[in-house]
């Protein structure tokens, strides 16, 4: 079914990668809702996270743990927010948002737009945080 994030994960197509293991991944969502929106995904292809094997649900929310720790430290926010809807792409994600604001957590809210250099900005002060 090679999604784009197949394509991420392969390194067909870049992305502002934070951290990854040999089944997880995290990288900033290039259409953020906040500085610090950051995807976490399985590299296994699967659409639906409710689908995925009982063990590997559980490894993906606390890889998500960690990397919702680091960008706690990292960035300003009232919280790291947790959602997941798996519509947009159809991989399984957990969008990971630090907010300031509650409003900013729905997904139709206007998006913002940030440099290349501003991703790489982030993705440094985020990966100063991980132990």
Same mark, same amino acid.
């Given at each position: 079914m090679a999604t784009v994030f197949s394509k991420i994960i392969s390194g067909e197509i870049p992305a502002h990668k934070i951290a990854e293991n040999d089944k997880f991944m995290a990288f900033l969502d290039v259409n953020p809702l906040a500085e610090g929106h950051t995807l976490v995904i399985?590299?296994?292809e699967n659409d639906y996270i409710f689908d995925l094997e009982d063990d590997t649900l559980a490894e993906l929310m606390v890889y998500a743990k960690h990397i919702a720790k680091?960008?706690?430290k990292a960035i300003e926010c009232k919280r790291v927010g947790v959602l997941v809807?798996?519509?947009?792409?159809?991989?399984?994600? @957990?969008?990971? @948002?630090?907010f300031r604001?509650?409003?900013q957590?729905? @997904?139709t809210s206007p998006k913002l737009k940030f440099t290349a250099e501003e991703f790489s900005v982030t993705v440094e002060k985020i990966k100063a945080q991980l132990g």
């Open positions: 399985p590299k296994l680091a960008l706690d809807i798996g519509t947009e792409v159809r991989h399984t994600h @957990i969008h990971l @948002i630090p604001s509650e409003t957590m729905c @997904i």
